[in-house]
């Protein structure tokens, strides 16, 4: 899979927008992008994903650059209940025997009441 | 439909006891993983089984083993367990290997303690 870059930790204030990052350079055209989030204690939860287009759903939206190289998780209204560990990823439409479901350390989002 | 059901969901182990965490999808999806999250760490891949019928080692396989059963299920067993293997373990599906156009499906979660 393609390498992704995030921050560390962000950090947000209670119902204010926040923009998490993600640079994922070496992306390959058939390849999806994907967000899920890790709240405390849980599992991590699929959040999003695109391919070109911007996306949106009831969590999230997804801005995916021009050349794909990068892309953003925007949560227009930041809770208490989304501080949770973001993670970004690549990954192709079909798979392949060499690709694993490996995940980078993330951005920890901390929202401040 | 319950997606990714991981049993138990607490366990406490002596050094040296065995134990098997289960795991079962019900979407029919080819491929399963399991991790392991120390505390304040990321999700390191142990082992994954792209297809039903093959096994393959992730990040950290030492002092596990792993049994996919059918398609449907996919278990991971501590043969001697270690103070060094507390920690939580979750299972994961995807449709594809490395999880494809639709990604990823994770369980709750296995607490695991070794004293």
């Known amino acids: 899979d393609a390498k992704t870059t995030q921050p560390n930790s962000m950090e947000s204030n209670e119902e204010e927008p926040v923009h998490l990052p993600c640079n994922h350079s070496?992306?390959?055209?058939?390849?999806?992008i994907h967000w899920y989030r890790q709240l405390p204690s849980q599992g991590p939860e699929y959040v999003i994903h695109?391919?070109?287009s911007n996306v949106n759903n009831r969590m999230a939206s997804l801005a995916i650059a021009e050349d794909r190289k990068s892309s953003t998780l925007i949560l227009h209204r930041a809770t208490l209940r989304d501080a949770a560990v973001y993670y970004c990823?690549?990954?192709?439409?079909?798979?392949?025997?060499?690709?694993?479901?490996?995940f980078g350390k993330g951005t920890l989002l901390t929202v401040n009441p | 439909n319950a997606g990714v059901t991981q049993t138990p969901k607490f366990q406490v182990l002596k050094t040296g006891q065995s134990m098997t965490l289960q795991c079962a999808q019900d979407m029919n999806h080819n491929s399963m993983y399991w991790y392991r999250q120390d505390p304040g760490m990321g999700l390191r891949l142990i082992y994954y089984?792209?297809?039903?019928?093959?096994?393959d080692k992730g990040e950290v396989p030492n002092g596990y083993n792993v049994s996919r059963l059918n398609k449907r299920e996919f278990s991971l067993r501590l043969e001697s367990a270690a103070p060094s293997q507390t920690s939580v373990y979750f299972c994961?599906?995807?449709?594809?290997?490395?999880?494809?156009?639709?990604?990823?499906?994770f369980g709750q979660g296995t607490r695991l303690t070794v004293v």
């Open positions: 695109g391919l070109t």
């Open positions: 990823r690549v990954s192709r439409l079909y798979g392949g025997s060499n690709y694993k479901l490996t």
């Open positions: 089984s792209a297809s039903e019928g093959t096994t």
């Open positions: 994961a599906s995807s449709a594809f290997i490395g999880g494809g156009a639709r990604g990823a499906f």
């Open positions: 070496t992306i390959s055209g058939t390849d999806y």
